[in-house]
């Protein structure tokens, strides 16, 4: 008996291109969307700066080439060319499976090593002071406050602050890690305002016919109502609606990070000749000025010297 598929007609699709293909297995290997836009755009870079040529015909002397324009003509960091070198070899181990002996002889270029900018407790002090208040003023004491970074706080949940223990649970943060921080006293106040201000924005969604946020991974399908339920809505959500880039369903995501980081920049322009600090390195602040009162981290947690 014959068990070879019977055509019904139907063409075949043709097989995906090589940019859909870098895209299906970033996905696959659960890679962030922010790691997925600039590896896709730098494979895309290569391929037309070699005239339109598949990866697989070209070699280090390609690759080498490549990145040496990005230096010498585009003038990039370390950073960059780094970042250009990963994306290609993303494509050739994990999207064509090359493994080739040249692909470990590709030499990284040096970061050099740069000290953090760390304002004084009296700048943050004046700075806090000078921002007015709202949303911004109090994301940047939450960030203070707690050691955050910037998208691990616009990322928040409304059931990840636990008012009860005076505890906020960060998901998936660096490393993918979830851990808990403090809850801020002197912001509890300002974070059950600002939570019942996500939900009756929420309310209002749900009536309009809309109020689906965002789930990562299968968990929509796990918990088909979770999408709607008031605790899975972003603490911080954004003012207005915005169309999901993968799934294409519209709905309200969380606030943008140029929301806190234009803030930051107006008061340091009102400053003059302020350290250039930014949103994102506000986190090092808090910790740099923990350690310098005695405080050391421990498994168990924070103690004396």
């Known amino acids: ?21 870098v895209r299906r297995q970033i996905r696959v290997l659960h890679y962030s969307r922010r790691t997925e836009q600039p590896y896709v755009g ?15 015909e070209m070699r280090a002397d390609e690759v080498a080439a490549f990145l040496t324009a990005l230096v010498m003509e ?13 994306a290609l070899l993303f494509l050739y181990r994990n999207v064509l499976g090359v493994t080739l002996p040249w692909m470990e002889s590709v030499v990284r270029a040096k970061r050099p090593r740069r000290l953090p900018v760390v304002l004084s407790k009296e700048e943050v002090s004046q700075l806090l002071g000078a921002m007015p208040d709202g949303t911004p003023a109090m994301m940047a004491r939450l960030l203070y406050g707690t050691g955050m970074r910037l998208m691990e706080c616009l990322r928040l949940r409304i059931k990840d602050v636990d008012f009860a223990r005076a505890e906020i649970c960060v998901r998936s943060g660096k490393g993918n890690k979830d ?14 305002r600002q939570r019942h201000w996500a939900v009756s924005l ?36 954004s003012r207005m609606h915005s169309r ?27 400053w003059g000749a302020a350290p250039a600090v930014s949103a994102a390195r ?7 000025h923990r350690r310098r009162r005695g405080w050391r981290p421990t498994l168990s947690g924070p103690r004396s010297a």
Not at 10 to 15: D, Y
Not at 45 to 55: T, V, W
Not at 246 to 268: D, P
Not at 282 to 288: A, F, K, N, Y
């Open 1 to 21: 008996m014959d068990y070879a598929p019977v055509s019904s007609g139907i063409t075949q699709g043709l097989p995906p291109r090589l940019l859909e293909q």
């Open 42 to 56: 730098w494979i895309r870079r290569f391929i037309l700066a070699n005239g339109k040529r598949h990866p697989r």
């Open 74 to 86: 585009g003038n990039v960091a370390a950073a960059t060319q780094n970042q250009a070198l990963s």
């Open 179 to 192: 851990r808990r921080v403090p809850l801020p006293m002197s912001l509890k106040a300002a974070l059950l």
């Open 202 to 237: 929420h309310a209002s969604d749900l009536a309009g016919g809309m109020g689906q946020v965002h789930l990562s991974h299968a968990l929509a399908r796990k918990y088909p109502n979770a999408d709607t339920a008031p605790g899975w809505q972003y603490l911080f959500p």
């Open 244 to 270: 999901d880039p993968r799934t294409g369903r519209r709905g309200r995501h969380h606030l943008s990070e140029e929301v806190l980081q234009r803030a930051v920049s107006c008061i340091r322009m009102c």
């Open 282 to 288: 506000w986190t090092c602040c808090p910790c740099r």
